[in-house]
């Protein structure tokens, strides 16, 4: 019973032997996450910058790969604007491809041209797993100087094969830097500084950059204590871990570091001086083209954001030191550590305070890390010493409870109880469950459906027709999502979304109406880039029908007890559905109710339509067309006003002098409801409505 020794050694051989085995690795790189996300964001080296090709660049220069005028254009702006590095995120190993209107040759020279002018690039190649190489010529002088081989060779990653930057590009640039890593468990925690391929060893992008932004001068590769690889960079000691890589410190989640649009550096809108002295990336950062990296921040960054911080780390020294000195400290922790909690639980008067007493040691352990950790970096292991501690407790308390008299006997028989089955018929009793149901809100609800679809489909195989609702879709879901919207469902070649849940939005209907004008125009975008891939026929076009509603609406889990869905239903969001489909017979995009005109406030251009009674209503609903956000343009002020001035007419049985207002604006404006309205008052002045009339339009049907 007063044995704490043999308990401890006990523990601690069960904490150490599967840290030796490796088997405790993927749970230490998690608490070093968890690690790394409870410290926080950090300040970036400001001297860091990277230059975005973003969703906004896209939209203004056009889809990747861009013209390599283009990339030239940009490292002409970045180099005259002063700064000292460019890294680029990205390879050219292939001749431009062959355009008929341009001399593309021509192209990939002025390219070459601008990186030597330049005299400061860095580019990147990749390595690949499998036997292929592209272009290895161009690796020559691209590999790091070895100080000295070690018997066996160095400890670094090895790579069959290799796609490098043509020899133009290769031969003009300053250097050049790998950009292939591989991540542990979905996350990329370890960033490669040194790759085998062939008979050399070459360095990675970032440290490449770096090295060129401290003045060059070379970077070395040593053998170092452990089996371990050591890189010198300008004067100083950079020491990778067993697998030749840095551990990451991150300086924290996307946008951490300054990011300028590669778009506003291109059309001269970044400040002079924006890059002076800076060491530039430049890298897609589109998420639907580019490299995008799971991080320890519980979130997914763009891989030239991991570059930059890969910088930071080289260039101030605040990567994660996992060093042999610190790795034999928490092997002695370990087993200290359980030496102490077993004195604890054995040798106290009462065990049930030496019991705490242990546990509140042991917890103090991942304390002492994460105090290490944020003070300098350093990693002390956390979960061997922590299980070496909870391993002593619980052995400790086993044999203290196990040597009691009667008393002590109880006391092991409840702590059994309360350990065991206590929490188990507590999980049976309060199993965690998803319950149906849900609440009711004010929301808006947006329904979205395809014009133009049948016809469309009849002219594409299903493959191509797939193809082109996935090209609407994700840009569509991606404006619902940028406003705040939630994504019900796809139907068909439907889209249903609210906005004002989970998350309560008193500027919901705002919001929908923002989010439907962006759908509106990425959908005349969309066609345009169709029409000229050949996608879409000259004489085809896909158009769309948006209904927005807002109102008092029931929201949350529905379904059964199997399967359900967050949702919303209800008669406003009936009403959004039957709005929605009354743009085929209005000729408009984008209809609202009376309800989301009040909801949504003075930043939105409507004009008033119509008074509708839908089916299954009996009161008349006032609907209305969004035609812009305000300031409108002219021509849309325009047609609001005439509108208003056709409408009035036709409300006040002047269907004569309705129909020229409407029909002037049908004409001149090419307007959808005013060529319906026109049509209308033609019926009736040749069949008037009765004399109780009221000007409410009833719709039988859906």
Not at 293 to 301: D, L, M, N, R
Not at 348 to 354: K, N, P, T, V
Not at 540 to 552: A, P, Q, V
Request: with cysteine; net charge neutral.
């Amino acid at each position: 019973m007063k044995k704490p020794l043999p308990i401890a050694l006990v523990a601690a051989l069960a904490a150490v032997l599967p840290y030796f085995g490796g088997w405790l690795r993927p749970l230490e790189e998690v608490a070093t996450d968890l690690m790394m996300r409870a410290r926080g964001a950090r300040p970036a080296d400001p001297r860091i910058v990277v230059c975005a090709l973003d969703a906004k660049s896209l939209r203004q220069v056009g889809r990747w790969p861009w013209r390599r005028t283009r990339i030239a254009e940009l490292i002409d702006r970045l180099k005259a604007d002063g700064a000292r590095v460019i890294a680029l995120d990205m390879v050219f190993s292939d001749p431009s491809p062959a355009e008929d209107d341009y001399d593309l040759s021509a192209d990939d020279q002025i390219l070459a041209d601008s990186l030597a002018k330049a005299g400061n690039v860095v580019l990147g190649y990749f390595f690949r797993h499998e036997p292929a190489a592209v272009h290895p010529e161009s690796l020559e002088g691209a590999a790091y100087e070895i100080v000295a081989e070690r018997e066996g060779g160095l400890p670094t990653l090895r790579r069959a094969g290799v796609e490098a930057n043509l020899p133009l590009f290769a031969g003009a640039a300053d250097a050049q830097g790998f950009f292939s890593h591989d991540r542990e468990s979905g996350v990329l925690r370890h960033y490669a500084l040194a790759m085998r391929y062939g008979g050399a060893i070459y360095p990675p992008l970032a440290l490449r950059a770096a090295e060129r932004f401290l003045g060059g001068g070379g970077l070395a590769l040593a053998p170092a204590p452990g089996n371990l690889v050591e890189v010198r960079l300008a004067n100083k000691s950079v020491a990778a871990d067993e697998r030749g890589g840095l551990w990451l410190n991150y300086r924290g989640p996307a946008g951490t570091f300054r990011t300028v649009s590669a778009g506003d550096v291109l059309a001269g809108r970044t400040p002079a001086g924006t890059f002076r002295n800076r060491l530039v990336f430049v890298g897609v950062t589109e998420t639907a083209v580019g490299d995008v990296q799971a991080t320890p921040f519980g979130s997914e960054i763009a891989g030239v954001e991991v570059h930059a911080n890969v910088a930071d780390n080289l260039l101030n020294g605040r990567y994660v030191r996992d060093t042999g000195f610190l790795a034999a400290v928490s092997l002695i922790a370990a087993v200290l550590l359980a030496l102490a909690v077993s004195l604890l639980v054995l040798r106290a008067a009462d065990h049930r305070l030496g019991a705490v007493t242990a546990a509140v040691l042991v917890l103090a352990w991942p304390v002492a890390a994460y105090a290490a950790f944020v003070a300098g970096g350093r990693h002390l292991q956390v979960v061997s010493p922590l299980l070496a501690g909870v391993i002593s407790l619980v052995l400790a308390l086993r044999v203290r409870v196990a040597a009691e008299e009667e008393r002590a006997k109880r006391i092991r028989q409840t702590f059994e109880h309360y350990v065991s089955r206590p929490v188990v018929d507590e999980m049976l009793r309060h199993p965690e469950r998803v319950k149906l149901g849900g609440e009711r809100r004010e929301m808006t609800v947006l329904f979205s459906d395809i014009r133009g679809y049948t016809s469309i489909s009849e002219t594409l195989d299903s493959e191509a027709l797939v193809s082109l609702l996935n090209e609407f879709f994700t840009p569509m879901t991606r404006l619902v999502l940028e406003n705040g919207g939630t994504l019900d469902k796809y139907m068909g070649d439907a889209v249903m979304a609210f906005f004002g849940a989970p998350l309560s939005q008193p500027d919901h209907a705002a919001r929908a109406c923002r989010a439907a004008i962006a759908m509106r125009d990425e959908l005349v975008l969309l066609n345009e880039r169709w029409h000229r891939e050949g996608k879409l026929a000259p004489d085809r076009s896909m158009g769309i029908g948006i209904g927005l509603n807002s109102g008092e609406m029931s929201v949350g889990n529905v379904g059964s007890e199997a399967v359900f869905g967050y949702t919303v239903i209800g008669d406003n969001v009936n009403l959004g559905s039957r709005i929605e489909g009354l743009n085929k017979d209005y000729g408009s995009q984008i209809l609202v109710s009376e309800f989301t005109v009040r909801a949504a406030g003075d930043g939105f251009l409507f004009r008033e339509l119509d008074w509708v009674r839908v089916k299954g209503k009996q009161k008349p609903v006032g609907i209305h067309e969004l035609l812009d956000a305000s300031p409108a343009p002219a021509d849309q002020s325009e047609r609001a006003a005439l509108y208003a001035k056709g409408l009035a007419a036709y409300r006040a049985r002047d269907f004569a002098g309705a129909e020229a207002i409407f029909a002037d604006l049908a004409g001149r404006l090419n307007d959808g409801p005013a060529q319906a309205f026109r049509e209308r008052c033609r019926h009736y002045q040749e069949d008037p409505p009765p004399t109780e009339w009221d000007g409410v339009e009833v719709r039988a049907t859906k």
